[in-house]
């Protein structure tokens, strides 16, 4: 420790203000403190996410994240089937009505649920900080709406640059499926799944598929109104007016159900099914992100290799 002699030679000839200069730093960097940004719980990045839908579920495996829990992981095997769900995943009851009660126990630090689905954002405020995602938009733009959804939760975890890459990866595989379905392009395709014995869905131009069939140059061969989902609900009759196309039924393990109609006079008489242009295919969640939307086209290059 210097000596008073050192000091008092060091401190020579200066003035009181530079001699107390560190003190007078500390008084004003304590002052200012109240003024300074303080890192909170909202700032800090979630660890414990719990996600109550399945479109930001799939955003989640997007980037790279497991989260603590999910809904309705039995009925995901079934509708949506892939990423497959890690078994350490808990189960936090149905997507329209998650258990609540058992969500606060697990002390999570961020919901995810999507816009008009299950409980209200200020039942799950009360519980923990939460995040809305859209499917689609007033445009009818479901591909771009959840790739924007997509970014913004990543920018939540802090993995936005993760997000970009994502989306750059899967523009890349879309253009690269574009000059390998050229086999698509000579006649519309139809893309449905059965609804009961006498109805199906259809996925319109406004559908996720739809907005993928569109970047792929492939034309939708339902060119009716459709829904704010993307969807029209049609009788089996409508499909029997339909010009010459592809048509591929998604699959739900309603095998009984498609057995019946298979035996109708009315599904044997419509011309995709005589001309044996139909194609059955397992799940595909039609309400999904980019994995669903890579998915329906990797089913694409599938059949094109089969057809």
Known sequence: MPSDDYSSRRFAGKSPYWVDLPRRRLLTAL???PLLPLASASATVPQRIIALEWLPLEMLFALGVTPLGAADTHDYSIWVGEPTIPASVLDIGRR????????AELKPDLLLFSEGYGPRSSQLNAIAPSMEFSFTSE??????????????LADRLDKTQAGHDHLAWFDRQLEEARGQLAGFRRQPLLVFTLVDDRHVMILGKNSLFGNVMARLGIENAWQGDDNGWGTAMVGLERLASLAPLRAICLDHR??????????????QAIPFVRE????TVPALWIFGATLSALRFCRMLQQQEKQW
Do not use: C, F
């Not at 329209?96 to 969500?103: F, T, V």
């Not at 445009?139 to 913004?152: A, C």
């Open 31 to 33: 002052a200012l403190l």
């Open 96 to 103: 329209s009505e998650p258990n609540l009660e058992y969500i």
């Open 139 to 152: 445009r009818g733009e479901p591909l771009r709406t959840v790739s924007d959804g997509l970014l913004k």
């Open 254 to 267: 309603d095998e009984q159900a498609r057995a019946r109609v298979a035996a109708t006079p009315l599904w």
């Open 276 to 279: 044996n242009m139909l194609r």
